[in-house]
């Protein structure tokens, strides 16, 4: 079968992380990627994930700067669909191949600028390096949060018991104070899954518009959208259930070292499970309670839950020490509670389970022969996805690529009116999903304009009263059904018949016994795009409860990110992309379907999890054929950087961070510093740091040409009073009827002709149920009966 985007045709001009990963993204499901290199090849080829992220793709060599390999390029323009770019903000303008020409040129070309900061004035000419941008932007800080958490830091409140002693090892994050650096980069992948987004959003508008035009996204706007749920400003911070203890940075995040000396996450940290299996010679489920929702002893997420997990942890590091990690993986399994192991990203590539799915593959690669790595990320059942060839040498398919191009510049083409609507205007999404992983792709789908109507239960309030479903409702409407009764399924499936998505991260079992799988939805409308996100694979674990925690533990995420290599502790990331990764891969997926729907008339079911967002955020791995590890660096047990000239460094009264990667860099820094170049090492640069304030460091840095940034933890407080991201739409102001004002991110994705919309805040679960019955034919009488017999319900919410 052929997949989704065959026929369309991508000119990579991007380098680092996000281009690259976007185009692999691409290239997976049927795009033509061409990647145009400067003489001598991408600078960065040699850097981690490259041997895993230009697979599948053909190499052209062309230098910009040259008239003729310039309108060699204008010429490979006129027969593409899109030209994916990551410049530094002006760079393309001075080639004179800016979007206005590009479009001038092909008006039916999509182009997409992936940059550090986007426009924002006061940042846009920085250096966009990763750690550079997370230090810049408070990323860094936020890992692992504040005392008290999100909700008390954004609004200026003193922690919540600010003197509670915690147990030692409770604490998340290397024992020192101050920013924590990742070896996951996480704004360049949140840039890679919006870029993806948006040029999948682009492509499917020109269907109806017959115009192409320019997405523009950022590594800030990855920050925004990787802080949905920490970076919002409210106007009643202490309404019911809206805080939690989940950020508080003294919070633990169900780490635990087990006999054998492996590590286990069970989250959310259930002190029944543990104690009572522990509570012998041999390990055995012993509670007696059948599911976790009914277990008396699970932690709520109030904040002042937080003081029985202190209580509690001691005992439970005693209790998992007694027996294996395989026998708590057995346990856990039975007794239905989230605790999966913590592997290497090596050893999630030797899974069976994930190979036979095709989560990860064995690809061919010019220099290291057969390499193993993340594969297929998200299915489409009709048009699926395949790695269509191995890395290229660097311009191993220019004189076959130039031979094929157009000769000559065409006339003047003619461009159809420009018609103002978003990209996905028009497009109903039912949302039956749970938590953050399902509710966060029909977000970003709400964002480009999708009418999304969520899909509430009796049981949701409770839910949806937390500060982190605020992250992932926003832009939707409510309607309350009881699903298990037959006259909310009636409801329910008079809205499937009229819709053209519907998305769900149900376990496949709770959808069967609802009848919302799809064989039974597909009865009531055979044009639907069905959406199901699971936690883990289609085998062994495919019942297994899932979430952002556990999988990106299974993926080798936060095996990484706790620098375990040398000796560190796994480490939850407070910007983690398991949840809204699978999220993001939903949507991609969805859009994707929809352009298919739309050029074909055939439907079709999407597919993803979050075990494969974590393979993608965790890609820079591989396996050589004799089963090693591709060199990589890795971070060190104190989370402090990749080396040397990659990190972080306290200054006399924060934090600084540089990234020094190439050769002038490193001249540049040994001039600042007085320090030998071949001596630029962390014992010789950490006094010289020390010695100096955090402004004297940055001045005689930057002005002697080092790329440098100084950690900002409080750039989350300020947002919303910047006048520059309200001009440019990076964040909303909105009203809500229990919050009051709702302050929020804004426009994470920017196209120049479909602009999308953000309709409005997250909706009390119920808010519009008698809007929304009214709009599919239900008179209020009807409406009364319904609600009376709580098949449906109205805005309800915790008091």
């Known amino acids: 079968m052929a997949s989704v985007l065959d026929g369309v045709r991508v000119l990579d001009l991007s380098w680092g992380i996000a281009g690259p990963i976007t185009g692999m993204l691409l290239a997976d499901h049927g795009a033509d990627v061409v990647k145009v290199e400067p003489p001598g090849g991408d600078p960065f080829r040699r850097s981690p994930g490259y041997d895993v992220w230009l697979r599948g793709r053909r190499s052209v060599v062309l230098d910009l700067k040259q008239a003729g390999d310039r309108d060699r390029f204008l010429a490979l ?25 590009l479009l001038g040129r092909n008006p039916r070309v999509v182009v997409c600028s992936i940059t550090g900061y986007g426009p924002h004035t006061a940042h846009r000419d920085r250096p966009g390096y990763e750690a550079l941008v997370a230090a810049r932007l408070g990323i860094l800080d936020v890992q692992r949060s504040e005392y008290g958490g999100a909700v008390p830091h954004i609004h200026g409140e003193e922690p919540f018991l600010p003197d509670l002693e915690i147990p030692e090892g409770m604490a998340p994050g290397a024992p020192r104070d101050g920013p924590i650096f990742t070896y996951t980069p996480w704004l360049s992948m949140g840039a890679a899954f919006l870029a993806t987004t948006g040029i999948n959003a682009a492509l499917f508008a020109r269907e109806h518009t017959g115009r192409g035009q320019h997405v523009e996204t950022s590594l800030l706007q990855a920050a925004l959208s990787a802080t949905a749920s920490k970076w919002q400003r409210v106007g009643r911070p202490d309404a019911v259930g809206y805080r939690s203890w989940v950020y508080d940075r ?57 003081v029985i997990l202190a209580h509690y942890f001691p005992e439970m590091v005693e209790a998992f020490a007694k027996f294996p990690s395989d026998q708590w993986v057995t346990a856990a399994a039975e007794a239905g509670v989230p605790l999966q192991p913590v592997r290497t990203p090596e050893e999630a590539l030797q899974d069976p389970a994930l190979l036979a799915e095709g989560a990860v593959v064995d690809v061919e690669h010019p220099e290291h022969g057969t390499l193993r790595q993340a594969g297929i990320l998200y299915g489409l059942s009709r048009t699926p996805g395949a790695v269509h060839g191995p890395v290229p040498r660097v311009g191993q398919h220019t004189d076959d690529v130039l031979g094929a191009s157009s000769a000559g510049a065409r006339g003047a083409p003619a461009v159809p009116a420009r018609v103002e609507r978003a990209p996905l205007e028009g ?30 239960a009796w049981r949701d309030p409770w839910w949806h009263a937390q500060h982190i479903a605020y992250g992932a409702n926003r832009g939707k409407r409510s309607i309350g059904i009881d699903l298990k009764t037959p006259e909310g399924r009636t409801v329910f499936h008079r809205l499937v018949a009229a819709a053209d998505v519907v998305h769900s991260n149900m376990r496949r079992n709770a959808l069967r016994r609802l009848k919302c799988d799809e064989a039974s939805l597909r009865d009531v409308n055979p044009d639907i795009i069905y959406c199901h996100t699971r936690g883990f694979d289609r085998g062994p674990r495919s ?35 398991g949840d809204t990764g699978n999220g993001f891969l939903s949507a991609i997926g969805v859009i994707q379907a929809l352009y298919h729907r739309a050029r074909t008339g055939e439907a079709q079911s ?11 955020v965790a890609s820079m791995a591989a396996l050589e054929p004799d089963g090693t590890a591709l060199p990589r660096p890795h971070l060190d047990r104190m989370q402090l950087g990749l080396g040397p000239r990659y990190r972080l460094y306290q200054t006399a009264d924060g934090w600084a961070c540089v990234a ?56 989350g407080r300020r947002l919303f ?79």
């Open 427 to 456: 497009i109903t999404v039912l949302d039956i999903g749970f938590a953050v992983a399902g509710p966060f792709g029909t977000q970003v789908l709400a964002d480009l304009g999708a009418n999304v109507i969520k899909v509430n």
């Open 77 to 101: 323009v006129d027969d593409a669909d899109v030209v994916l770019e990551s410049f530094s903000p002006g760079t393309m303008a001075g080639l004179d191949l800016d979007a206005e020409t």
């Open 606 to 616: 999407v597919d993803t999890s979050i075990l494969n967002a974590g393979l993608l």
């Open 660 to 715: 020094a990667v190439t050769d002038a860099h490193r001249g540049a820094l040994a001039a600042a510093t007085g320090i030998d170049v071949d001596a630029l090492h962390a014992s010789h640069l950490e006094p010289w740091f020390r010695a100096r304030t955090g402004a004297d460091a940055f001045a005689t840095l930057n002005d002697a040409g080092v790329p440098v940034e100084l950690c900002d933890s409080d750039f």
């Open 543 to 577: 019942d297994s409860p899932g979430n952002d925690q556990t999988g990106c533990s299974l993926a080798g995420v936060t095996w990484e990110d706790g620098g375990c290599w040398d000796g560190g502790k796994p480490f939850w990331s407070l910007t983690s992309l």
């Open 250 to 306: 003294r919070a633990p995040k169900g780490f635990f070292r087990c006999a054998d000396g492996r590590w286990i996450q069970q989250w959310v940290p259930n002190p029944r499970f543990t104690l009572s299996s522990a509570d012998g010679d041999t390990l055995h489920v012993r509670r007696d309670v059948d599911r976790v929702l009914d277990d008396p002893d699970r932690i709520p997420p109030d904040p002042e839950s937080i």
């Open 721 to 799: 009073d910047d006048p520059e991201m309200d001009a440019h739409e990076l964040v909303v102001h909105q009203q809500h009827p229990k919050l009051g004002s709702f302050e929020h991110f804004g426009k994470t994705i920017h196209f120049s002709d479909t602009p999308g919309r953000i309709w409005g805040p997250p909706p009390v679960c119920g808010q519009h149920t008698r809007e929304i019955m009214q709009e599919y034919g239900f008179e209020d009488a009807e409406i009364d009966k319904l609600v009376e017999a709580r098949a449906v319900f109205e805005e309800h919410w915790v008091e």
